[in-house]
């Protein structure tokens, strides 16, 4: 006799359906939030940084 039973029936589709549920949220909701969040604030922040040396540049010269 095994210590745990072996995953069958309702339990096996339960859990594969739990698992794809939650593999496909993670990543949808990675996805938005890389895309939709993360990246426009980078190209912000680095736009920022480009205006500012463009502004040094320009009272040296």
Known sequence: ???????TGM???N???????????GTTFGYLWW?????PRVHAR??????LEQERAA???
């Open 35 to 39: 895309y939709g969040y993360h990246l």
């Open 59 to 61: 009272q040296q010269a």
């Open 1 to 7: 006799m095994a210590a745990i039973a072996p995953i």
């Open 15 to 25: 859990l594969v359906l739990d698992l794809s549920t939650a593999f496909g949220f």
């Open 46 to 51: 680095d736009n920022y940084y480009v205006r």
């Open 11 to 13: 339990l096996r589709r």
